[in-house]
């Protein structure tokens, strides 16, 4: 039951574009299954970002985008804004777990 | 629009028990599969257990088997989360969430918090 690895944190200031990574395994992206990318900000609930490895849920700005490649997928955040500030979590599927997520990127806007 | 309200969270002695419920609104509820996804302070979300749309079907992570229940009433719009011998590594923020058309969750609640604590 893994967890995809996620880089503990990520910076930028506001206007630059920043890239979280998410790296998985055999068993989950790397079998074939889509990822999908949630935004946590401080005192909310988890928000679906991107789902489908690059398809932005409805409301989403398109400063955000995100691919997938193999086992590994990457969410990128062009022109950097206060309030992206927060947590961002890959996340997809495994057999044996249904759905697993990343550890988590803490993003802070400088 | 969809709206997920989680409540039944507080403190609670090791190896007593819980229930959390969501009641859902917004959205046709007995067409979806239900998921509820916990995280612990400092740590990313873990998946703990999915219903089927109808109720038929029931899974849980390996940590929980045995002392967790999942169930649903779809004539009240609610899921439940029946929590038994909790255990300190239990605590965190439930959220229960809404599966989309594939393996993702579209909508997720506020989350209720455990704390286990003697």
């Known amino acids: 039951q893994s967890v995809m690895t996620q880089p503990p944190s990520v910076s930028g200031a506001p206007g630059q574009r920043v890239t979280i990574s998410c790296t998985g395994s055999s068993s989950d992206l790397g079998a074939g299954y889509d990822v999908h990318w949630y935004q946590h900000l401080p005192g909310t609930a988890p928000k679906l970002l991107i789902y489908s490895n690059d398809v932005r849920a409805s409301g989403v700005p398109d400063r955000f985008a995100a691919s997938k490649s193999g086992s590994s997928a990457s969410l990128v955040i062009t022109a950097l804004q206060a309030d992206d500030e927060g947590d961002y979590y890959c996340?997809?599927?495994?057999?044996?777990?249904?759905?697993?997520f990343g550890g988590g990127t803490k993003l802070t806007v400088l | 629009q969809v709206r997920l309200v989680e409540s039944g969270g507080g403190v609670v002695q090791p190896g007593k028990s819980l229930r959390l419920s969501c009641v859902a609104s917004g959205f046709s509820f007995n067409y979806y599969e239900m998921h509820w996804v916990r995280q612990a302070p400092g740590k990313g979300p873990e998946w703990v257990a999915l219903i089927s749309s109808d109720g038929s079907m029931k899974l849980y992570r390996d940590s929980v088997k045995g002392r967790f229940t999942v169930t649903r009433d779809n004539g009240r719009n609610a899921v439940f989360l029946q929590m038994d011998n909790l255990r300190q590594d239990d605590m965190a923020v439930y959220y229960c969430a809404r599966r989309g058309n594939d393996y993702y969750l579209d909508h997720w609640g506020q989350g209720a918090l455990i704390t286990v604590s003697s």
């Open positions: 996340q997809s599927h495994d057999p044996s777990l249904s759905v697993v």
